[in-house]
């Protein structure tokens, strides 16, 4: 079973930055949909970005032009860049892994790691 760790979370102040990564266990990052969500607190958990095993991204319009996500195959590794960043991102961040390894359906998630904005 594939595990995925977050780690880069923290307290940021409005306007600041913060780097998140998604570590895998096994060599799945080039062949899996490698996706970042959010779940803020007494809201469902929202989808903020993926990146594709060929390198295609996408985002959200709520972080657009602020957030990056890339991945690094050779560490397993996927990150998040936020730039930017709005109290309203407040929220713990999880990553998810979806490919031929970790099923297509739910597939597997980490454990998150919280990110908290101050205004």
């Known amino acids: 079973q594939v595990q995925l760790v977050e780690s880069g979370g923290g307290l940021v102040q409005a306007g600041g930055s913060l780097r998140l990564s998604c570590t895998a266990s096994?060599?799945?990052?080039?062949?899996?949909?490698m996706s970042w969500y959010r779940q803020a607190p007494g809201k469902q958990r929202e989808l903020v970005a993926f990146?594709?095993?060929?390198?295609?991204?996408n985002y959200k319009d709520f972080v657009k032009g602020r957030f990056t996500i890339s991945g690094d195959n050779a560490q397993n590794t996927v990150y998040l860049q936020m730039n930017s960043l709005k109290p309203e991102d407040t929220a713990v961040y999880y990553c998810?892994?979806?490919?031929?390894?970790?099923?297509w359906g739910g597939g597997s998630w980490g454990q998150g790691t919280q990110v908290t904005v101050s205004s």
């Open positions: 096994m060599n799945i990052v080039s062949s899996s949909v």
């Open positions: 990146i594709t095993g060929s390198g295609s991204t």
């Open positions: 998810n892994a979806r490919g031929p390894v970790t099923g």
